[in-house]
T-cell receptor, first 113, second 114 residues
Framework: GDSVTQMEGPVTLSEEAFLTINCTYTATGYPSLFWYVQYPGEGLQLLLKATKADDKGSNKGFEATYRKETTSFHLEKGSVQVSDSAVYFCALRSNSGYSTLTFGKGTMLLVSP | EAQVTQNPRYLITVTGKKLTVTCSQNMNHEYMSWYRQDPGLGLRQIYYSMNVEVTDKGDVPEGYKVSRKEKRNFPLILESPSPNQTSLYFC?????????????FGPGTRLTVT
C-alpha cells in the first residue's frame, strides 16, 4: 500500500537558518504530494502541493519539488523564522480514482531567536 | 468565512458512555473525512464520505460509526468508548475525493477516555 516516510524530529534551528525536511514515498502510479503544517493547538493547513513529476510547490517561502526518480518531496526554506515553529506533515494521495490521504508521522520544527 | 467546525473541542468521558463529536463545513464540499492523530503515528483515517448517504471505512474504523444525512455534517459516533480511543480527532473536507484537491481541516477534538 501507499506510505510516506519523514525524517524524525524535532528539528531545532536558529532563526534565519536553512531548513530541509526529508520526505520519501511509496505509491503506485503518480500520486499527488502535499505538505501540511500544524501550528500549536490548531488543525492542519495545506502549505503546498505538487500534482505531477518535476512540479515545484511553493508558499510562504517554503518549496518542495516532486522527484519521481527518487520518490521524494523534500521541504525546504532558505531562512526560517520563529513563527515557522510547527509540525510539518508530508502526505500523498493516489491518483487511482477516489482515494484517501496518506500522511507521514510528522516532523516538529523548533526555531529559536 | 470558509471553515470546518468541530464540537466539542475537549472531552473527558468514561469507558462505555456513548458520545458524538460533531463536524460541520460551510463550503458545500462533497467529501468529508475523520482522522485520529496519535504521537509517533501521525494521522490515520477513520472513515470518509464521498457524498450524502455514502460512507466508507478508512484505515482504523473499529469502534467508530459515522453518518452523512446532510452534505454539511459528518458526525463521529463512539458507541462504547474505550481508553485506546483517547486521541486527537480531526474532521476534514474537500471539494471532492479526487487526488488533486486539498483537504480543509477542523481545529481538532481532544478526547480522553478513562
Amino acid at each position: 500500500g501507499d506510505s510516506v516516510t519523514q525524517m524524525e524530529g524535532p528539528v531545532t534551528l536558529s532563526e534565519e537558518a536553512f531548513l530541509t525536511i526529508n520526505c520519501t514515498y511509496t505509491a503506485t502510479g503518480y500520486p499527488s504530494l502535499f505538505w501540511y503544517v500544524q501550528y500549536p493547538g490548531e488543525g492542519l493547513q495545506l502549505l503546498l502541493k505538487a500534482t505531477k513529476a518535476d512540479d515545484k510547490g511553493s508558499n510562504k517561502g517554503f518549496e518542495a519539488t516532486y522527484r519521481k526518480e527518487t520518490t521524494s518531496f523534500h521541504l525546504e526554506k532558505g531562512s526560517v523564522q520563529v513563527s515557522d515553529s510547527a509540525v510539518y506533515f508530508c502526505a500523498l494521495r493516489s491518483n487511482s480514482g477516489y482515494s484517501t490521504l496518506t500522511f507521514g508521522k510528522g516532523t516538529m520544527l523548533l526555531v529559536s531567536p | 468565512e470558509a471553515q470546518v467546525t468541530q464540537n466539542p473541542r475537549y472531552l473527558i468521558t468514561v469507558t462505555g458512555k456513548k458520545l458524538t463529536v460533531t463536524c460541520s463545513q460551510n463550503m458545500n464540499h462533497e467529501y468529508m473525512s475523520w482522522y485520529r492523530q496519535d504521537p509517533g503515528l501521525g494521522l490515520r483515517q477513520i472513515y470518509y464520505s464521498m457524498n450524502v448517504e455514502v460512507t466508507d471505512k478508512g484505515d482504523v474504523p473499529e469502534g467508530y460509526k459515522v453518518s452523512r444525512k446532510e452534505k454539511r455534517n459528518f458526525p463521529l459516533i463512539l458507541e462504547s468508548p474505550s481508553p485506546n480511543q483517547t486521541s486527537l480527532y480531526f474532521c476534514a473536507s474537500s471539494s471532492d475525493g479526487s487526488f488533486s484537491y486539498e483537504q480543509y481541516f477542523g481545529p481538532g477534538t481532544r478526547l480522553t477516555v478513562t
